[in-house]
């Protein structure tokens, strides 16, 4: 790293006095010491958290955008720095358009001219990393040009060298830095912002949700012109909607303003669960609201460098501590986070369960439509911080993504009742993944690799045989109404739901290469399978 640039850093921490982040009392002895002289400065006038802002405003533009991301750590930083933190922008001035047109040629190896029918010289948008011109191509497509800064990478590498330096010395000297793993959010970063470096991967992803949405009433994306897109130059179709937060324009047109506002929500859910692929940067900047059918909204959205997935696991893990944070089962969210491995697997779940009850209830006292699902989440977190909780790296887009949606829905419509519309997905999901089909399809689906968990199959069952009691209540309440017909569908699902379960053991037995050697257990295991699913 240049000295030049850790003498900025350093002129810049001491001037805006970030060492008072951190307070007194947390700091060990030997950094006390260190930071003793600087006591002789001038207290600073500003809060901690502008001081912070101003200061991460005035190293550039990759630590605005590592601001950017803190914002969305609730979790992890004080209210009064997060709310700071939101008012980062990341406007920086456009670089003239002669050498935009030059690394456009470069890149496709003909002039702007050739590609392009007419290209405007004015940039429609600048940011820190690239910047966004309007064009239309030969064949009369109207697109927008989106091109990377010059020498943006370079100074990315160097500022992420030193937030790695800055992210050791925290786990290594400062108390709680081990628990809150700040090597590994830099690193997330790291990913995060490495990925905006190349296009391609920014059209590879939009590409993908697009597929995912083709022909959807809820959300369009913008079509990748794959033949003038590079590295460091996308082409992407030009949309012509109303910006998100335009309310003047969506209710001119009267827009429906509670559909739009569920119909958030509702594709929020369905990429996390549905689809497992979920845009991850759905700030209002990047969310537009389509002219046509305004009593049945769709939504546009761009930029779509930053994507985030969760695995099998914690997709599992998280339905089900939503459904019982909202049903007040704080026992089972407490189980939940011990087998997860989101807290130690020695955490005593009573005093984790009294702990979380203490700070979910006072929220749960107000109606549904005034409780923020994203706060509670958020909440949830910082109680399980006490409990050493680490840091969940995979689990930060989908907290700042949800925090998008819910602020976004309900600055559309204040009265969305978020749970309203996520409570039906969830357990439609729920039930759809212990129904024996599905089950049956992932073996098919991974066949070896179900072999290979069939050691895990006593918990799997047992988590189905918890799933169904958290499922209980609903069914009671409609109980009444079942007709016998349906009690005996009941059974047999459940029943199938067993002969599932003992034909995976029964092969796991087998070894089907060894068929001719099934042992005794095996053949039992796999004569009851057949019993139970045929059995009408």
Same mark, same amino acid.
């Given at each position: 790293?240049?000295?030049?640039?850790?003498?900025?850093?350093?002129?810049?921490?001491?001037?805006?006095?970030?060492?008072?982040?951190?307070?007194?009392?947390?700091?060990?002895?030997?950094?006390?010491?260190?930071?003793?002289?600087?006591?002789?400065?001038?207290?600073?006038?500003?809060?901690?958290?502008?001081?912070?802002?101003?200061?991460?405003?005035?190293?550039?533009?990759?630590?605005?955008?590592?601001?950017?991301?803190?914002?969305?750590?609730?979790?992890?930083?004080?209210?009064?720095?997060?709310?700071?933190?939101?008012?980062?922008?990341?406007?920086?001035?456009?670089?003239?358009?002669?050498?935009?047109?030059?690394?456009?040629?470069?890149?496709?190896?003909?002039?702007?001219?050739?590609?392009?029918?007419?290209?405007?010289?004015?940039?429609?948008?600048?940011?820190?990393?690239?910047?966004?011109?309007?064009?239309?191509?030969?064949?009369?497509?109207?697109?927008?040009?989106?091109?990377?800064?010059?020498?943006?990478?370079?100074?990315?590498?160097?500022?992420?060298?030193?937030?790695? #330096?800055?992210?050791?010395?925290?786990?290594?000297?400062?108390?709680?830095?081990?628990?809150?793993?700040?090597?590994?959010?830099?690193?997330?970063?790291?990913?995060?912002?490495?990925?905006?470096?190349?296009?391609?991967?920014?059209?590879?992803?939009?590409?993908?949700?697009?597929?995912?949405?083709?022909?959807?009433?809820?959300?369009?994306?913008?079509?990748?012109?794959?033949?003038?897109?590079?590295?460091? #130059?996308?082409?992407?179709?030009?949309?012509?909607?109303?910006?998100?937060?335009?309310?003047?324009?969506?209710?001119?047109?009267?827009?429906?303003?509670?559909?739009?506002?569920?119909?958030?929500?509702?594709?929020?859910?369905?990429?996390?669960?549905?689809?497992?692929?979920?845009?991850?940067?759905?700030?209002?900047?990047?969310?537009?609201?389509?002219?046509?059918?305004?009593?049945?909204?769709?939504?546009?959205?761009?930029?779509?460098?930053?994507?985030?997935?969760?695995?099998?696991?914690?997709?599992?893990?998280?339905?089900?501590?939503?459904?019982?944070?909202?049903?007040?089962?704080?026992?089972? #969210?407490?189980?939940?986070?011990?087998?997860?491995?989101?807290?130690?697997?020695?955490?005593?779940?009573?005093?984790?369960?009294?702990?979380?009850?203490?700070?979910?209830?006072?929220?749960?006292?107000?109606?549904?439509?005034?409780?923020?699902?994203?706060?509670?989440?958020?909440?949830?977190?910082?109680?399980?911080?006490?409990?050493?909780?680490?840091?969940?790296?995979?689990?930060?887009?989908?907290?700042?993504?949800l925090l998008n949606i819910e602020g976004l829905g309900r600055q559309l419509y204040p009265e969305l009742d978020l749970w309203k519309t996520a409570h039906?997905?969830?357990?439609?999901?729920?039930?759809?993944?212990?129904?024996?089909?599905?089950?049956?399809?992932?073996?098919?689906?991974?066949?070896?690799?179900?072999?290979?968990?069939?050691?895990?199959?006593?918990?799997?069952?047992?988590?189905?045989?918890?799933?169904?009691?958290?499922?209980?209540?609903?069914?009671?309440?409609?109980?009444?109404?079942?007709?016998?017909?349906?009690?005996?569908?009941?059974?047999?699902?459940?029943?199938?739901?067993?002969?599932?379960?003992?034909?995976?053991?029964?092969?796991?037995?087998?070894?089907?290469?060894?068929?001719?050697?099934?042992?005794?257990?095996?053949?039992?295991?796999?004569?009851?399978?057949?019993?139970?699913?045929?059995?009408?």
């Amino acid at each position: 790293m240049p000295i030049s640039r850790t003498v900025t850093i350093a002129r810049v921490f001491l001037r805006h006095r970030l060492d008072l982040l951190l307070p007194a009392e947390r700091r060990p002895l030997w950094l006390r010491g260190l930071l003793a002289p600087l006591k002789l400065l001038p207290q600073p006038k500003m809060e901690r958290g502008e001081r912070l802002r101003r200061a991460l405003e005035e190293l550039g533009p990759i630590f605005v955008k590592f601001g950017q991301l803190l914002s969305t750590r609730p979790d992890l930083l004080p209210p009064d720095v997060v709310e700071q933190l939101d008012y980062l922008q990341d406007k920086v001035p456009p670089f003239p358009s002669d050498q935009c047109r030059a690394l456009i040629e470069e890149a496709l190896g003909a002039s702007v001219d050739e590609v392009f029918a007419s290209f405007e010289h004015e940039p429609l948008a600048a940011a820190s990393v690239a910047q966004v011109h309007a064009a239309v191509l030969k064949s009369g497509e109207s697109v927008v040009v989106k091109v990377l800064r010059p020498g943006i990478g370079d100074v990315i590498q160097e500022d992420l060298r030193l937030l790695r #330096v800055i992210a050791r010395a925290i786990e290594r000297f400062v108390p709680e830095g081990r628990r809150l793993r700040p090597v590994e959010v830099v690193e997330d970063y790291r990913h995060t912002i490495e990925g905006e470096l190349d296009l391609t991967r920014e059209a590879a992803n939009g590409t993908q949700l697009r597929r995912n949405f083709t022909d959807s009433p809820l959300l369009y994306i913008p079509q990748v012109y794959w033949d003038y897109t590079r590295e460091n #130059v996308l082409v992407l179709e030009r949309i012509n909607g109303i910006p998100v937060t335009d309310l003047a324009q969506l209710r001119e047109q009267d827009t429906n303003m509670p559909l739009l506002a569920e119909r958030g929500v509702e594709i929020f859910f369905k990429q996390v669960f549905e689809y497992n692929f979920f845009h991850a940067d759905m700030h209002p900047g990047n969310i537009f609201v389509s002219r046509e059918h305004p009593q049945r909204p769709q939504y546009i959205a761009i930029d779509t460098a930053i994507v985030g997935s969760l695995s099998r696991e914690d997709q599992y893990y998280l339905a089900r501590n939503l459904l019982a944070m909202f049903r007040r089962d704080y026992r089972m #969210v407490a189980e939940l986070h011990v087998q997860s491995g989101w807290v130690r697997a020695d955490t005593p779940v009573n005093a984790f369960e009294a702990a979380i009850r203490a700070v979910c209830e006072p929220i749960f006292e107000k109606p549904l439509g005034e409780i923020s699902f994203a706060r509670v989440l958020i909440s949830l977190f910082q109680t399980a911080r006490r409990f050493d909780m680490a840091v969940q790296p995979q689990l930060v887009l989908l907290q700042k993504t949800l925090l998008n949606i819910e602020g976004l829905g309900r600055q559309l419509y204040p009265e969305l009742d978020l749970w309203k519309t996520a409570h039906p997905f969830l357990e439609r999901w729920m039930r759809e993944r212990i129904h024996p089909k599905t089950l049956v399809g992932e073996i098919k689906r991974y066949g070896p690799e179900w072999l290979e968990k069939f050691p895990q199959m006593p918990q799997l069952v047992y988590s189905a045989l918890e799933q169904s009691r958290e499922l209980a209540p609903q069914l009671e309440n409609i109980g009444e109404k079942l007709a016998s017909s349906q009690r005996r569908g009941r059974w047999q699902y459940l029943r199938r739901l067993c002969g599932v379960v003992l034909a995976v053991g029964a092969l796991a037995l087998s070894r089907p290469q060894w068929l001719e050697q099934l042992p005794p257990s095996g053949w039992v295991l796999g004569i009851a399978a057949l019993i139970l699913l045929l059995w009408p």
